[in-house]
C-alpha cells in the first residue's frame, strides 16, 4: 500500500504563491505518474496537474495553465505543485494522487493512492 503526504497548505491572498509538496511512502513501483487533484467547496474533486514516471508527460487542467507548475523528484518519490497567481476560486483542499497508470490517475479513479489533502486559501 502506498501512503501519501502533503503539505504547503494555506492562507495566501489573491496574486500570492504557494508551494505544494507530496511524499510517497510504503510500497513501491518500477514507475508511476503523480498528479493533483482539487475539491472545492460544494463541488465534486476535479483534475489539476500530472506529471509521468519519466517527467515527459505532463498535463494541466485548462483552469491553471500558464500559473501552476508540476514537478517530480523520483529519488524523494515527491512531487510538487508551484501555484502562482492564485485568485479565490483555487480555493480548495488539494489531493495527491499516484498510480503505475497515468491514464487511470488523471481520471480520478478511486483505484488510485491518494493523500488526505492539504487546504488552500485564497482571499480577495
Known amino acids: 500500500q502506498v501512503q501519501l503526504k502533503e503539505s504547503g497548505g494555506g492562507l495566501v491572498q489573491a496574486g500570492g504563491s504557494l508551494r505544494l509538496s507530496c511524499a510517497a511512502s510504503?510500497?513501491?513501483?518500477?514507475?508511476?505518474?503523480m498528479g493533483w487533484f482539487r475539491q472545492a467547496p460544494g463541488k465534486e474533486r476535479e483534475f489539476v496537474a500530472s506529471?509521468?514516471?519519466?517527467?515527459?508527460?505532463?498535463y494541466y487542467a485548462d483552469s491553471v495553465k500558464g500559473r501552476f507548475t508540476i514537478s517530480s523528484d523520483n529519488a524523494k518519490r515527491a512531487v510538487y505543485l508551484q501555484m502562482n497567481s492564485l485568485i479565490p476560486e483555487d480555493t480548495a483542499v488539494y489531493y495527491c494522487?499516484?498510480?503505475?497508470?497515468?491514464?487511470?490517475?488523471?481520471?480520478?479513479?478511486?483505484?488510485?493512492?491518494w493523500g488526505q489533502g492539504t487546504a488552500v486559501t485564497v482571499s480577495s
Open positions: 494522487a499516484l498510480d503505475p497508470s497515468h491514464s487511470r490517475l488523471r481520471i480520478g479513479a478511486e483505484s488510485s493512492s
Open positions: 510504503g510500497r513501491t513501483f518500477s514507475s508511476y505518474a
Open positions: 506529471i509521468s514516471w519519466s517527467g515527459g508527460n505532463i
